[in-house]
């Protein structure tokens, strides 16, 4: 079991910053990809960001050259550095951790969102 507490979200203006942070309950060495997706209201929940254990990186379009995905691992930690950030950035922001077990099963787990909100 992975526990994720997210926190770093609130009110920016456009054009503003705002750095969300994941605190994993183990060892990300130990998780082979964590990820941040965001769900606006009455849209589907999208990747935004994630971050394999060997440091590769991988952005959605919308995000590109705005958003950075890094971690600590000396904090079990994962941030979301958000610059630039629009309006249609405004969605509850949902840290993801996967694991793949011995048996090649993925696992996911989920923290409990954060709210952005990008006023214009």
């Known amino acids: 079991q992975v526990q994720l507490v997210e926190s770093g979200g609130g009110l920016v203006q456009a054009g503003g910053s705002l750095r969300l942070s994941c605190a994993a309950s183990?060892?990300?060495?130990?998780?082979?990809?964590m990820g941040w997706y965001r769900q606006a209201p009455g849209k589907q929940r999208e990747l935004v960001a994630s971050i394999t254990s060997g440091g590769s990186t991988n952005y959605a379009d919308s995000v590109k050259g705005r958003f950075t995905i890094s971690r600590d691992n000396a904090k079990n930690t994962v941030y979301l550095q958000m610059n630039s950030v629009k309006p249609e950035d405004t969605a509850v922001y949902y840290c993801n951790a996967k694991t793949v077990a011995y048996d090649y099963s993925l696992y996911d787990y989920w923290g409990q969102g954060t709210q952005v909100t990008v006023s214009s």
């Open positions: 183990i060892s990300i060495f130990s998780i082979d990809a």
